[in-house]
């Protein structure tokens, strides 16, 4: 189905699916395309109303009877780590941050083979080949970087090196969007072998501290959804703001957020696309 306003970009609606986060429900997406000069801009303005990019698109959850997803963000000048975030930090204090151009490698893609195989057998990308993983990383039509994550002598011998670089091996990764107001994580992939070190958390340890260098205000993580163990640990990152009847709010309590909703209490789509605030013409979102 599609959905339009005059002067703006088209939303379409995809049919129900199977939820891959909470079991017997069904997921329906809101989406737009980012494309010409203004995409950057797009990008910036429906992130800041709980939007995700996923290559040349940008998409919400808007199903049908169902509100638990949750766009996330972390809240960087008041982000203060606790005590197990602090020991992660310094175990991986030794790693090297590179930040690249979002330009795919063969290393990169190995890395993220190792990391589907082990983490996510079952899931919705195990099947990606190389040609798509370049297609993740390299179709951008916004500002992204791939913030590599490199330390000497941890993976496993028989892992793939890039002898050419001379850098540590590979062992984490993140796509990464720079927003005008933050960092969006748009997929992050890490050594499955170093449960010890949790390459994950570090990853956002690591934007936040990113983010506050360049003097942007949040980090984006994506879908916060109460219920899904999936998706819990991002509650850890205090203060969470989440995006919620169209506003930013703080987490607070994770129990009294309710991911119930009666069919009558979802707007219908055309209302919804009403709603969306697009950016000013002129706006390059920079």
């Not at 170093?194 to 984006?220: F, K, M, N, Q």
Request: include cysteine; hydrophobic fraction near 40%; charged fraction near 25%.
């Amino acid at each position: 189905m599609r959905h339009s306003l005059t002067n703006a970009p088209q939303f379409y609606v995809t049919a129900p699916q199977p939820c891959p986060y909470l079991h017997g429900r069904a997921e329906r997406k809101l989406f737009t395309a980012l494309q010409g000069e203004g995409a950057q801009a797009l990008n910036n303005a429906l992130s800041r109303q709980g939007f995700r990019r996923s290559q040349n698109v940008v998409y919400r959850p808007s199903c049908e009877s169902c509100v638990a997803c949750m766009s996330a963000r972390i809240r960087v000048a008041d982000f203060a780590p606790s005590r197990s975030q602090r020991r992660i930090a310094r175990r991986n204090a030794d790693l090297r941050r590179l930040s690249t151009s979002a330009w795919a490698t063969e290393e990169q893609y190995a890395l993220f083979r190792r990391y589907l195989d082990t983490r996510h057998a079952d899931g919705g990308m195990a099947d990606m080949d190389v040609f798509e993983f370049a297609a993740m990383i390299e179709q951008s039509p916004v500002r992204s970087r791939v913030v590599e994550y490199r330390g000497a002598g941890l993976l496993p011998e028989d892992a793939p090196r890039d002898d050419l670089l001379d850098e540590p091996e590979l062992i984490a990764a993140c796509l990464t969007d720079v927003l005008d107001d933050g960092l969006s994580l748009v997929y992050s992939f890490y050594e499955p072998t170093l449960d010890a070190r949790s390459l994950g958390t570090h990853i956002i340890l690591d934007h936040v501290a990113l983010a506050r260098e360049a003097g942007l205000p949040y980090v984006y993580l994506g879908y916060w959804i109460p219920g899904s163990r999936k998706m819990a640990y991002k509650a850890g990152f205090s203060p969470l703001e989440i995006y919620k009847g169209g506003v930013w709010q703080d987490l607070g309590d994770p129990a009294d957020h309710d991911s119930e909703a009666h069919p009558l209490s979802v707007a219908p789509i055309v209302e919804q696309v009403a709603r969306i605030t697009l950016p000013l013409r002129g706006d390059d979102g920079s």
